[in-house]
């Protein structure tokens, strides 16, 4: 079953410039690994049980799925949620309507040498992106996932997800649907958008549409949907938001 969010992924066009951008922003970011897949991360982790993926490409792959990003900047890209299951919950998938890539097995190595084992599997278009991919641990997972770090802006977990796509009643329904989870309805004024609440775990996943012209509507006319921002939770319960800069960019990354 999904129960939680297991990571989110953050496309960076340089791993070491992230890890500077993040730590300047007040976060304990630690040295993750190289994947076989010729990507390499640096890793945030929450005291909320979840944790941030800096993602960059050690080795350019234009045909990467995750590639074409990078035209924008980079930036939030993608969703993982843990599964204790992963052939029931790719059926559930099924069920749903989306289609997903064969499960595959995975792996990456960590600075001190421990390699790393987990099976994996993402939704086909045109869910990709939008619905979380699936991971499931076969080495230990306290390997994979890093301890909470000690982070002097008081980040302790996610708060919030935001997707901003073209119709939120679709991706609303299925997530729904997936997740056994009821969406209720919200608007955000910041983005003059409207959309579908859904809780999982400790996070709130929000879909939203743009309302008319704004925020929300300048992004999706640039970026044609998918994952927009997030909310991260401090100690003191104060939420923090972090997204796009400006439409279609994610942030200024420093060279």
Request: net charge negative; aromatic share 8%; proline share 7%.
């Amino acid at each position: 079953m999904i129960a939680a969010i297991d990571h989110v992924v953050i496309l960076a066009p340089k791993l070491e410039a992230a890890t500077r951008y993040y730590q300047a922003l007040g976060f304990d970011v630690r040295q993750g690994g190289r994947h076989s897949t010729g990507t390499e991360n640096a890793l945030i982790g929450l005291a909320d049980g979840a944790y941030v993926e800096l993602l960059a490409f050690a080795t350019p792959d234009p045909a990467h799925r995750w590639a074409p990003k990078l035209e924008f900047g980079g930036g939030f890209l993608d969703v993982c949620a843990v599964s204790d299951d992963i052939e029931g919950d790719v059926a559930r998938y099924l069920e749903g309507g989306v289609e997903m890539a064969p499960i595959r097995a995975m792996g990456r190595q960590r600075p001190d040498g421990k390699e790393l084992s987990w099976r994996l599997t993402i939704p086909k278009a045109p869910w990709a992106g939008q619905m979380p991919f699936l991971i499931e641990d076969v080495s230990p997972n306290e390997w994979r996932v890093p301890p909470a770090g000690e982070h002097s802006n008081g980040v302790v977990g996610i708060a919030a997800l935001r997707w901003v796509v073209a119709d939120h009643t679709a991706l609303s329904e299925l997530l729904s649907r997936t997740l056994g989870k009821i969406a209720e309805p919200i608007n955000n004024d910041d983005y003059n958008a409207a959309g579908s609440r859904i809780e999982l775990g400790a996070t709130r996943i929000e879909i939203l549409s743009p309302s008319g012209d704004g925020p929300a509507a300048n992004w999706l006319a640039v970026q044609k949907g998918g994952p927009h921002s997030m909310a991260f939770l401090t100690s003191s319960g104060r939420e923090i938001e972090h997204g796009p800069a400006s439409a279609g960019s994610w942030a200024n990354w420093p060279r």
